[in-house]
C-alpha cells in the first residue's frame, strides 16, 4: 500500500546529466501527411532541436524530454506529488476545495494522434481536480483537420490560441519537438507562451510516464533519498527496442545517480537500444547487465518493469509473434523473485503478466496508474508556474 515519503532529496554529487538523445525524426509516412522530417524542413526546424533544459524553471518551456531534466527537477516532482497524494488522502475539505481552484481558470487541451487509456484519462482527471477547463481530443488521426492535411505544426500553432497547455501523443518521434518548436515564437492574446507537454512520440519517449514511474519506485520502496535508488537493482523485461517507456526511464534513473545495476532482459533482437547502453557504462554508476535470460537474474532484483511487445511497431506481424509469448510472470514465477519485489508495467498489458499475479502484494502496476493522476497534477503545477504549497503545513 502506498506510504507518504516525507521529502525526497538528491545528494548532489551522485547526480548525472544525461547524454543527447540520438533519436532521429521519423520519416514515416501516413496518407495525405508529410513526415516528421517534412515537417521539421517545412517550419525550419534545426535538426536534434530541443526546449530548452527546464533546471527549476518550468514556465513557459514545452516538456518533450526527460533530458530536459536535472536530478533535482525529478525530485521536485516527487515532493510535489507527494504532498497532493497527502493531500487528496486526507479528504481535509478546505485542503480539496483549494486544490479545485488552484489552476482555474486555465484550460489544457489533449491531442492523441495515437490511442490511450491511461495517459490521456490521468492527464484530464489531473486537470479537472485542479480546476483547469479540459479540451479532449482523443483522435486526432480521424476527427480532427488532421484527416483533411492539417500539419501536426499547425495544429498545434491552432490549439495553442486555445489553451495554454497541450498534451500531445503522435505515433511517429519527433512530433513533440515539431509542436515545440512551432509553438516558441507564440505569444497568446494573454501574454502567456502555449507549450506542449510529450504524451508519447513513437518509439521515442513518453517524460510524464518515466515521472509517474520513478515516483512510484520511490513510493513502493519507500525511499528518501537518491543514495537509496543506488542500492537498488532494477530489471526491465521485454521490447526494450520499442518501449519508448523504458527508454524515458532508463535515462530518467540515470540522471538521478542509477541503481546499483540495471538488468536489460530481452530476445537480443529487441534489446535497449545501444547509444543509451552506452550513455549508462560511459562514467555512469551503474553496472549494466544485458541478458535474454529472466530466470538467470530474477533473483536479485528489487523492481521488475515489465513491458509489452510493441505489436504497433513492426512492420511483419509474423516477426512480432514470434516474440510474444518468450516471457511470462506466473505466480510460479513469482516465487523466485524477492519478498519484496516492486512489479511493474507502464501497460496495457498483453500475455506477459498473468492476471492470477495481480492479488501479490508485490504486484503494483494498477497502484503505478492511480501514481499517475498526483504526478501528472504537479506537473500541471509545475507547468503553469504554481508551484502546490504544502496544505498540511498550512492549513496547521
Ligand atoms: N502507459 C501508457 O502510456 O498507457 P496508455 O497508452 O493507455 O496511455
Same mark, same amino acid.
Given at each position: 500500500?502506498?506510504?507518504?515519503?516525507?521529502?525526497?532529496?538528491?545528494? =548532489?554529487?551522485?547526480?548525472?546529466?544525461?547524454?543527447?538523445?540520438?533519436?532521429?525524426?521519423?520519416?514515416?509516412?501516413?496518407?495525405?501527411?508529410?513526415?516528421?522530417?517534412?515537417?521539421?524542413?517545412?517550419?525550419?526546424?534545426?535538426?536534434?532541436?530541443?526546449?530548452?533544459?527546464?533546471?527549476?524553471?518550468?514556465?513557459?518551456?514545452?516538456?518533450?524530454?526527460?533530458?530536459?531534466?536535472?536530478?533535482?527537477?525529478?525530485?521536485?516532482?516527487?515532493?510535489?506529488?507527494?504532498?497532493?497524494?497527502?493531500?487528496?488522502?486526507?479528504?481535509?475539505?478546505?485542503?480539496?476545495?483549494?486544490?479545485? @481552484?488552484? +489552476?482555474?481558470?486555465? @484550460?489544457?487541451?489533449?491531442?492523441? %494522434?495515437? =490511442? @490511450?487509456?491511461?495517459?490521456?484519462?490521468? *492527464?484530464?482527471? $489531473?486537470?479537472?481536480?485542479?480546476?483547469?477547463?479540459?479540451?479532449?481530443?482523443?483522435?486526432?488521426?480521424?476527427?480532427?483537420? *488532421?484527416?483533411?492535411?492539417?500539419?501536426?505544426?499547425?495544429?498545434?500553432?491552432?490549439?495553442?490560441?486555445?489553451?495554454?497547455?497541450?498534451?500531445?501523443?503522435?505515433?511517429?518521434?519527433?512530433?513533440?519537438?515539431?509542436?515545440? !518548436?512551432? +509553438?516558441?515564437?507564440?505569444?497568446?492574446?494573454?501574454?502567456?507562451?502555449?507549450?506542449?507537454?510529450?504524451?508519447?512520440?513513437?518509439?521515442?519517449?513518453?517524460?510524464?510516464?518515466?515521472?509517474?514511474?520513478?515516483?512510484?519506485?520511490?513510493?513502493?520502496?519507500? +525511499?528518501?533519498?537518491?543514495?537509496?535508488?543506488?542500492?537498488?537493482?532494477?530489471?526491465?523485461?521485454?521490447?526494450?527496442?520499442?518501449?519508448?517507456?523504458?527508454?524515458?526511464?532508463?535515462?530518467?534513473?540515470?540522471?538521478?545517480?542509477? =541503481?546499483?545495476? !540495471?538488468? !536489460?532482459?530481452?530476445?537480443?533482437?529487441?534489446?535497449?537500444?545501444?547509444?543509451?547502453?552506452?550513455?549508462?557504462?560511459?562514467?555512469?554508476?551503474?553496472?549494466?547487465?544485458?541478458?535474454?535470460?529472466? $530466470?538467470?537474474?530474477?533473483?536479485?532484483?528489487?523492481?521488475?518493469?515489465?513491458?509489452?511487445?510493441?505489436?504497433?511497431?513492426?512492420?511483419?506481424?509474423?516477426?512480432?509473434?514470434? %516474440?510474444?509469448?518468450?516471457?511470462?510472470?506466473?505466480?510460479?514465477?513469482?516465487?523466485?523473485?524477492?519478498?519484496?519485489?516492486? +512489479?511493474?508495467?507502464?501497460?496495457?498489458?498483453?500475455?506477459?503478466?498473468?492476471?492470477?499475479?495481480? @492479488?501479490?502484494?508485490?504486484?503494483?502496476?494498477?497502484?503505478?496508474?492511480?501514481?499517475?493522476?498526483?504526478?501528472?497534477?504537479?506537473?500541471?503545477?509545475?507547468?503553469?508556474?504554481?508551484? %502546490?504549497?504544502?496544505?498540511?503545513?498550512?492549513?496547521?
Amino acid at each position: 500500500m502506498f506510504a507518504s515519503v516525507e521529502r525526497f532529496e538528491i545528494i =548532489p554529487d551522485i547526480t548525472r546529466i544525461i547524454e543527447p538523445n540520438s533519436s532521429e525524426l521519423s520519416t514515416n509516412k501516413r496518407e495525405g501527411s508529410l513526415s516528421m522530417k517534412e515537417e521539421a524542413e517545412r517550419i525550419g526546424m534545426p535538426e536534434h532541436w530541443r526546449p530548452p533544459k527546464i533546471e527549476g524553471e518550468w514556465g513557459n518551456k514545452s516538456f518533450i524530454s526527460v533530458e530536459q531534466l536535472t536530478a533535482n527537477d525529478f525530485a521536485e516532482i516527487v515532493n510535489m506529488a507527494t504532498r497532493i497524494r497527502d493531500t487528496r488522502m486526507s479528504k481535509e475539505q478546505r485542503a480539496l476545495f483549494e486544490l479545485k @481552484s488552484w +489552476l482555474f481558470p486555465l @484550460s489544457m487541451q489533449t491531442a492523441f %494522434y495515437e =490511442p @490511450s487509456t491511461r495517459t490521456r484519462t490521468s *492527464f484530464e482527471a $489531473a486537470a479537472q481536480i485542479l480546476g483547469l477547463d479540459v479540451v479532449s481530443n482523443p483522435d486526432m488521426i480521424r476527427m480532427s483537420s *488532421f484527416s483533411k492535411g492539417e500539419t501536426v505544426a499547425d495544429n498545434a500553432i491552432v490549439m495553442g490560441e486555445i489553451s495554454p497547455v497541450i498534451v500531445q501523443r503522435h505515433p511517429e518521434v519527433g512530433a513533440a519537438a515539431i509542436a515545440a !518548436f512551432a +509553438l516558441q515564437s507564440m505569444t497568446r492574446c494573454d501574454g502567456t507562451k502555449p507549450r506542449v507537454i510529450n504524451a508519447g512520440d513513437g518509439i521515442g519517449e513518453h517524460p510524464s510516464q518515466a515521472l509517474l514511474d520513478i515516483t512510484t519506485i520511490i513510493w513502493e520502496k519507500r +525511499l528518501k533519498n537518491a543514495n537509496d535508488l543506488h542500492r537498488l537493482h532494477i530489471g526491465m523485461l521485454g521490447d526494450l527496442k520499442h518501449g519508448r517507456t523504458v527508454h524515458s526511464l532508463t535515462k530518467s534513473l540515470n540522471c538521478m545517480g542509477g =541503481p546499483a545495476v !540495471f538488468y !536489460f532482459i530481452s530476445p537480443e533482437q529487441l534489446s535497449m537500444p545501444q547509444p543509451i547502453i552506452e550513455s549508462l557504462t560511459r562514467g555512469g554508476q551503474s553496472e549494466v547487465v544485458v541478458t535474454g535470460d529472466l $530466470a538467470e537474474v530474477l533473483p536479485s532484483l528489487d523492481v521488475l518493469y515489465v513491458t509489452r511487445i510493441q505489436n504497433e511497431r513492426f512492420k511483419d506481424l509474423d516477426e512480432c509473434r514470434r %516474440y510474444e509469448n518468450l516471457y511470462r510472470i506466473t505466480p510460479e514465477i513469482m516465487k523466485e523473485a524477492k519478498k519484496d519485489l516492486t +512489479l511493474i508495467h507502464p501497460l496495457p498489458r498483453r500475455g506477459e503478466i498473468d492476471p492470477r499475479v495481480d @492479488s501479490d502484494p508485490r504486484a503494483a502496476y494498477f497502484r503505478q496508474v492511480g501514481n499517475g493522476v498526483d504526478v501528472r497534477m504537479a506537473l500541471l503545477c509545475c507547468m503553469f508556474d504554481r508551484p %502546490y504549497p504544502n496544505f498540511r503545513n498550512w492549513y496547521k
